[in-house]
């Protein structure tokens, strides 16, 4: 498994735009897929963003498609999601994941950072 911690979060207005990094641990990280996920209170964990091991494939929700953009730079064991026109109903806890394949199922997935919390103000 990979060590992962996500940062980035915070609070914007709805409109607004935030950058979440995700830093891995470990040589192997070009080898993993990565997922973004949030949590909004009250909801089932859902899949917001992948990408495969190079990068070269994306897959994103309906409700972000467009608005987020997920990329990595493996030379930094870091993933991103760029996050622009903010919406309220974005505000969630958002969590990183890593899996050994290019998935979007959230079973797939088998190590998960702690999350960071973002909140959109309308």
């Known amino acids: 498994q990979v060590q992962l911690l996500e940062s980035g979060g915070g609070w914007v207005q709805a409109g607004g735009s935030l950058r979440l990094s995700c830093a891995a641990s470990g040589r192997t990280f070009s080898s993993y897929g990565m997922g973004w996920f949030r949590q909004a209170p009250g909801k089932e964990r859902e899949f917001v963003a992948a990408?495969?091991?190079?990068?070269?494939?994306?897959a994103y929700a309906d409700s972000v498609r467009g608005r987020f953009r997920v990329s990595r730079d493996n030379a930094k064991n870091t993933v991103y999601l760029q996050m622009a026109s903010l919406k309220a109903e974005d505000t969630a806890v958002y969590y990183c994941a890593a899996t050994p394949r290019y998935t979007i199922q959230r079973a797939d997935f088998d190590s998960w950072g702690q999350g960071t919390q973002v909140t959109v103000s309308s």
């Open positions: 990408i495969s091991r190079s990068g070269s494939s994306t």
